[in-house]
T-cell receptor
Framework: GESVGLHLPTLSVQEGDNSIINCAYS??????FIWYKQESGKGPQFIID?????DKRQGQRVTVLLNKTVKHLSLQIAATQPGDSAVYFC??????????FGDGTTLTVKP | NAGVTQTPKFQVLKTGQSMTLQCAQD?????MSWYRQDPGMGLRLIHY???????DQGEVPNGYNVSRSTTEDFPLRLLSAAPSQTSVYFC????????????FGEGSRLTVL
């Protein structure tokens, strides 16, 4: 069977390493997905998005992968920096416009 | 533009009291929503609105009311506060017709004693 990355509530990486954060979504009707970053005491902020008709999208140092077969998203951060330390959430949006969030992953970057 | 503005930032209530959390956005966004975030957990959708006069329930609507009389404002009312409603509340908005990012307010921290 296909291997799917597990969602981990916490992830610790060394500065300069690559990070992979996983998320499982629940609604097969969702057609739009976003990764958000939340720093302590603040609201979530947009990182990168992907439509359901795509399986990969790249930004600056970040890549999102979408596997609709197993309803799985991943966020890859290249050359992780201390400023990347935060909680990361995936969110799914349906055609009706309703946006719901997955469980977050706390990323800690060790210098 | 101020973006999404929430008031108050902090509030302490006694059990049974009522209050309204205010949310206003100046981006002419049609979609507005309220989330609650409990310690160590993700954001759970309470209520949302896709336009003035239209509201719908999210995942955890019980104990909360909303209304959307204008495009700009989306207040969240706690009818009779309970300790279980102690949380951080976030208001978020976005354009409805074009899928896009949610813009969040800074949050309102509510404690119910």
């Amino acid at each position: 069977g296909e291997s799917v990355g597990l969602h981990l509530p916490t992830l610790s990486v060394q500065e300069g390493d690559n990070s992979i954060i996983n998320c499982a979504y629940s609604n097969s009707a969702s057609d739009y997905f976003i990764w958000y970053k939340q720093e302590s005491g603040k609201g979530p902020q947009f990182i990168i998005d992907i439509r359901s008709n795509m399986d990969k999208r790249q930004g600056q140092r970040v890549t999102v992968l979408l596997n609709k077969t197993v309803k799985h998203l991943s966020l890859q951060i290249a050359a992780t920096q201390p400023g990347d330390s935060a909680v990361y959430f995936c969110a799914e949006t349906t055609n009706a416009g309703k946006s719901t969030f997955g469980d977050g992953t706390t990323l800690t970057v060790k210098p | 533009n101020a973006g999404v503005t929430q008031t108050p930032k902090f509030q302490v209530l006694k059990t049974g009291q009522s209050m309204t959390l205010q949310c206003a956005q100046d981006m002419n966004h049609e979609y507005m929503s309220w989330y609650r975030q409990d310690p160590g957990m993700g954001l759970r959708l309470i209520h949302y609105s896709v336009g003035a006069g239209i509201t719908d329930q999210g995942e955890v609507p019980n104990g909360y009311n909303v209304s959307r009389s204008t495009t700009e404002d989306f207040p969240l009312r706690l009818l009779s506060a309970a300790p279980s409603q102690t949380s951080v509340y976030f208001c978020a908005s976005r354009q409805k017709l074009v899928p896009g990012e949610l813009f969040f307010g800074e949050g309102s921290r509510l404690t119910v004693l």
